[in-house]
């Protein structure tokens, strides 16, 4: 007990007894009041609030799934650094856009399955049997789903690439004027391996070209060409 604890007692230890007597009384309400009960003042006992969850993503929106990439640049092993399947390629300019399929990694010419330069868009069908894709000077490939749909158009940039027919071209029969020298070259193909056996059809032209677009074709390539215009 402290110093000063003690001369408080000192100074109020005699009381009266009925001093004594108020101060009970007095404590004895004190003590009823410290243990009367909670309620609210209208009487109403306190409803306690549940907790709120935390961390509930219910409302949340699903996230989309990203789809997977190939780097632009550098070579890659078929099943390690990147899965078979459809890739496509955006935005290439000048024809610096290199790509390869490879059945090995001898670097050699005949282990060469398929090879192009892009101006604009590509799409490469990587097989499981491939070895190995190489990739230079190209804008990202990003994987496509091959049943994928789209708003087909009926004008294409002739020097646009390769379009994905009833995604971004419309079937139908189209035409390129002014071009010179043999400078033109469009192809329709039934995949995109790219193979020579996957070429259905292709020229190189010189003044107009007229080409029907057949709804069974998977592929329409075009590069060196004018424009191109739907006109039936």
Request: net charge neutral; proline share 3%; glycine share 12%.
């Amino acid at each position: 007990m402290s110093q000063q604890q003690r001369n408080w007692f000192a100074r109020h230890k005699t009381l009266t007894a009925t001093g004594a007597l108020v101060a009970l009384v007095v404590i004895g309400a004190t003590g009823c009041e410290g243990g009367a009960d909670t309620s609210s003042s209208n009487g109403s006992p306190k409803q306690e609030q549940p907790a709120k969850k935390g961390g509930d993503k219910g409302d949340a929106a699903p996230e989309k799934k990203k789809a997977a990439t190939i780097g632009g640049d550098g070579d890659f092993e078929v099943g390690t650094d990147v899965k078979p399947g459809l890739y496509r390629t955006s935005g290439n300019k000048d024809a610096m856009c290199y790509w390869e399929r490879a059945k090995d990694s001898s670097g050699e010419t005949d282990s060469i399955l398929a090879n192009d330069n892009v101006t604009g868009t590509s799409y490469v069908l990587i097989k499981p049997t491939d070895k190995l894709f190489k990739s230079s000077g190209c804008a990202e490939w990003e994987a496509v789903d091959e049943k994928a749909t789209g708003t087909p158009k009926t004008t294409l940039k002739g020097d646009g690439g390769m379009f994905k027919v009833g995604v971004d071209i419309a079937p139908g029969t189209y035409k390129s004027t002014g071009n010179e020298d043999d400078g033109c070259y469009w192809e329709r193909s039934k995949d995109a391996s790219h193979s020579t056996d996957a070429i259905l059809a292709n020229n190189n032209v010189s003044g107009t070209a007229i080409v029907k677009v057949s709804k069974s074709d998977a592929y329409f390539k075009t590069s060196g060409c004018g424009d191109w215009v739907k006109t039936g």
